[in-house]
């Protein structure tokens, strides 16, 4: 678990410091600070935000950079984490003190799974939300996904980089481009394939009932491996050039939110794409728990259980119970026997 944690010039916070239990309560009023605090434990163990992609907005205002620094405490082991980022985009990553390597090294230390009501936007919002959930949580299951992945994202940059100026365009480049996105959307759509499937037992087994079974189907821009996406790349070759972009390949391919076997856009309810997000998230933390261990998941849970009925938040706190560390943000400490046993952290605005 997070034992002690710091940060510096995150958002509202200018300089804190806390001790955590494995259970902790994070009390305050709205706009005090809580879910900034969720946002940079999240952020120390998958360096990303659950809230922005944009650096800039995490950087407290007047200040040219953060840092973060935890505290990872496993049965009779320390590991002390830090990272940092300047508004230019310079990144430091430290593991005991010595720099790391790469962000796919830092971030196999702890799992944090971020339960906040965004996450509706997964079910409702645009594919790409869809695929950064899924890719995100193929990623930390599996180190193999996230090096695919990455190879992937690399020779589409470059791509891209030479579709931008489609009158000097080397075609030996671009084919040389598209053979290694084939290959690389090959696999990654398989592996997305297989993904599913098991993401769909651990959905199954949350509903309490048929008429609340959620189900998720990906649909791929292509499936019948590389060959295939190598004559789509060459059929849609020029109309890229004319757009000056990539639209052929696995980031656009798309998942769907099914409700008892019905594709839930357009008739759902808020209440039904809100349940369908929670049971999603609950789906990849046992996925995360299943793969590395209870243990090294961190559950962050900002405001999602108000609305839940008994029934509901009995489920979802049976579900998470057994992760390494919970941390719960709320207006006031909560009647739930659940968190009797909780370290109540009061947050105040500064």
């Known amino acids: 678990m997070i034992g002690e944690f710091r940060a510096l010039n995150w958002r ?107 996450d509706m936007e997964i079910v409702s919002g645009t594919p790409g939300v869809r695929r950064r959930f899924f890719d995100m949580t193929a990623s930390q299951i599996s180190d193999s996904y996230v090096n695919i992945l990455h190879d992937y994202i690399a020779a589409l940059k470059l791509r891209n980089m030479l579709l931008k100026n489609p009158r000097k365009i080397d075609l030996a480049k671009l084919e040389a481009y598209e053979g290694l996105m084939a290959f690389a959307a090959a696999e990654l759509t398989e592996r997305r394939q297989k993904f599913i499937m098991e993401f769909n037992r651990m959905l199954s087994a949350l509903a309490p009932s048929k008429a609340e079974q959620i189900s998720i189907e990906y649909h791929p821009q292509c499936s019948a491996g590389a060959e295939s996406y190598l004559a789509l790349f060459a059929r849609n070759r020029g109309r890229e050039m004319e757009k000056r972009t990539t639209l052929t390949g696995c980031h656009l391919d798309d998942y769907r939110f099914c409700l008892a076997g019905r594709i839930m856009r357009g008739f759902a309810s808020n209440g039904q794409n809100r349940m369908a997000a929670l049971n999603s998230k609950l789906a990849a933390a046992r996925m995360l728990m299943q793969n590395h261990g209870a243990e090294k998941l961190v559950a962050l849970v900002d405001d999602v259980t108000g609305e839940l009925d008994k029934k509901h938040r009995e489920m979802f706190f049976e579900t998470i119970a057994p992760s390494g560390q919970l941390f719960f943000t709320y207006t006031s400490v909560p009647d739930d026997r659940f968190f009797k046993d909780a370290k109540v952290q009061k947050i105040t605005r500064d």
Not at 18 to 27: A, H, P
Not at 70 to 78: D, L
């Open 12 to 118: 509202s916070f200018e300089r804190t410091h806390w001790f955590f239990e494995e259970k902790n309560l994070l009390v305050g009023c709205n706009g005090s600070g809580k879910s900034n605090l969720l946002e940079a434990l999240g952020f120390l163990g998958i360096l990303r935000s659950f809230r922005t992609a944009k650096i800039s907005e995490l950087i407290r205002n007047d200040t040219q950079e953060f840092h973060l620094r935890g505290v990872w405490q496993e049965s009779k082991s320390k590991t002390v984490l830090e990272t940092g980022m300047t508004a230019a985009g310079e990144r430091l990553l430290l593991v005991n003190g010595s720099r790391e390597r790469s962000g796919r090294d830092f971030i196999r230390h702890f799992f944090p799974v971020v339960f906040a009501p965004e």
